[in-house]
């Protein structure tokens, strides 16, 4: 009998250790999407701040932070084609950026994801030509 409990006891604590080591796994496989799609963020953010100058150019689009996945919105999408997207496309890619407490406002949601985009400087270079 009192071999059965000992081994009952064993078994519970080597199912909850299996149980944590499934959530770390779980956890370092988000983190590694995580850290690809930061990675690939920040190479396409100088990009877009080295190479963008007109309203008509491609910008290199984002990835979500949670997928690693490039933001659908955002494939083939212009600088100035930011300026058309809708409210549920903005508050998309803003989710998938993983960025909060924008206010209520696609001009600010806009702003926003330029800024991520690394494009805040494209108006200034304008007005200077």
């Known amino acids: 009998m009192l071999v059965r409990v000992v081994v009952h006891k064993i078994d519970k604590v080597t ?68 300026y058309n997207l809708r409210s549920e496309q903005l508050d998309s890619i803003l989710d998938a950026l993983t960025i909060k407490d924008v206010p209520d406002n696609d001009n600010l949601k806009r702003r926003r994801i330029r800024l991520a985009c690394g494009i805040v400087f494209q108006d200034v270079r304008e007005l200077l030509g």
Request: charge should be negative; proline fraction near 3%; glycine fraction near 2%.
């Open 15 to 82: 199912e909850a250790f299996e149980s944590r080591i499934r959530s770390l796994d779980e956890y370092m496989e988000e983190l590694e999407k995580y850290m690809i799609a930061s990675n690939e963020n920040s190479m396409a953010r100088f990009y877009n701040f080295s190479y963008c100058r007109r309203k008509e150019d491609q910008l290199e689009p984002l990835r979500s932070l949670k997928t690693s996945e490039i933001i659908p919105e955002l494939e083939n999408m212009t600088s100035g084609g930011l």
